[in-house]
Each structure stands twice: as structure tokens, then as C-alpha cells.
């Protein structure tokens, strides 16, 4: 069964440094989102992601964060100067068709030091 | 806004009882909604979902769920707990309009003793 892949598994930074987020979506899959999950909260949406381009964003999501589909395989989520209070659980999603489920990666969890 | 609420931080059950684990949203429009299960250390694993039709739905591993519109809930059931259902359990709600972004609830952990 195809699944979403994220790399790496555990990413470990210092403060003000930049980090990029990997995903890999199902091929076949038209929609990509990048969700977090805070230690003990609720998994939280950040940006959503169609033909491109940005479809919606939270207010999370600052000028901080970018995405990026370079390549029609790869789904990046880049930090661009990292705060404590972005240490989580990174989660990719793709979708093929707004009718169905949102697919998961394992995720990627981000320790800021 | 959409915002989904899940009343239950914890739900004890003892293995072979019926579970259940409550979920209420609120939208504006009709909602799309889901169940994800959390296993430690895991991403989101998709159980079932409501899109149209039929109010009540199967997912997988013998769990179902409700859509009652006037209730505006969507609890998650199942028959006969298992020792190995235990986990995080997200209920969550999405809307055409919106992307389809999912708004999620907080998540219930279900305990399932032998």
C-alpha cells in the first residue's frame, strides 16, 4: 500500500538555525498539507498546498515558514530561523481528491536547543 | 471557523465491552468528518470518515461512527474492545470550501484493560 515518507525521523537544531522538513506524498495525490503537534497537544494545521501554490495558511504559519514542491515528488517545509517554540511533531499529509482521507507520514519530530 | 470538541481526555474500558468515544464539531456548511488513530511514536492512521449519505459508517478494524447532524456529533464506536485498541484516537472536520484543511479535536486515549 503506498504511504507519504518524511525524513528525517528526529532533527535536532540549535536556535536561529534553518531546517528543512522532507516529505515525500502518495504519487498520485493532488493536495499537500504540513501539520504540527506540540508535546501533549493537538495536532494543528499550518499550510495547505494545490497546483503550486499555497492554497491556506494558518497564523502559524509566518514568515518564518516556506513550502516548497521543487521537483513533483519531494514536499518541503522549511524553517528559516528556528525558535524554541517550534520544537514538535512535524506531520506531511497528502490527499488525492477532496472526497477522500488525508494520508499521514510518521512524521518528523524537531528538538529546538 | 470549524472547531471540534472531544470531551473525554480518557476513556477505560475493559477488553470484550463495548467502547465509545465522543466527538462534536462545529461548522459552518456540511462538514467532511474523520476518525485517526494515534499508535506511540506513530503518524495519523485513518479509521473512517463521513462524507454523504449513509449517517452511519464502517471503518476499519470493526469500528464505526455515527454522523447525527442535529447533534452535530460523531462518536466513534466499537462492539467489543481489544487490548491492542488502545491508543490516541482524533476525531477531525474538514469543509469543501476550506481546502479541505482538517481541524482536529484534542484527542481521547482509550485504555483497554485485559
Known amino acids: 500500500e503506498p504511504e507519504v515518507t518524511q525524513t528525517p525521523s528526529h532533527q535536532v537544531t540549535q536556535m536561529g538555525q534553518e531546517v528543512i522538513l522532507r516529505c515525500v506524498p502518495i504519487s498520485n495525490h493532488l493536495y499537500f498539507y504540513w501539520y504540527r503537534q506540540i508535546l501533549g497537544q493537538k495536532v494543528e494545521f499550518l499550510v495547505s498546498f494545490y497546483n503550486n501554490e499555497i492554497s491556506e495558511k494558518s497564523e502559524i504559519f509566518d514568515d518564518q515558514f516556506s513550502v516548497e514542491r521543487p521537483d513533483g515528488s519531494n514536499f518541503t517545509l522549511k524553517i528559516r530561523s528556528t525558535k524554541l517554540e517550534d520544537s514538535a511533531m512535524y506531520f506531511c499529509?497528502?490527499?488525492?481528491?477532496?472526497?477522500?482521507?488525508?494520508?499521514f507520514g510518521p512524521g518528523t519530530r524537531l528538538t529546538v536547543t | 471557523a470549524q472547531s471540534v470538541a472531544q470531551p473525554e481526555d480518557q476513556v477505560n474500558v475493559a477488553e470484550g465491552n463495548p467502547l465509545t468515544v465522543k466527538c462534536t464539531y462545529s461548522?459552518?456548511?456540511?462538514?467532511?468528518l474523520f476518525w485517526y488513530v494515534q499508535y506511540p511514536n506513530r503518524g495519523l492512521q485513518f479509521l473512517l470518515k463521513?462524507?454523504?449519505?449513509?449517517?452511519l459508517v464502517k471503518g476499519s478494524y470493526g469500528f464505526e461512527a455515527e454522523f447525527n447532524k442535529s447533534q452535530t456529533s460523531f462518536h466513534l464506536k466499537k462492539p467489543s474492545a481489544l487490548v491492542s485498541d488502545s491508543a490516541l484516537y482524533f476525531c477531525?472536520?474538514?469543509?469543501?470550501?476550506?481546502?479541505?484543511?482538517?481541524?482536529f479535536g484534542g484527542g481521547t486515549r482509550v485504555l483497554v484493560k485485559p
Open positions: 463521513y462524507i454523504t449519505g449513509d449517517n
Open positions: 477531525a472536520v474538514s469543509l469543501k470550501a476550506a481546502g479541505n484543511k482538517l481541524t
Open positions: 499529509a497528502s490527499l488525492r481528491d477532496i472526497s477522500y482521507e488525508q494520508y
Open positions: 461548522v459552518s456548511g456540511n462538514p467532511y
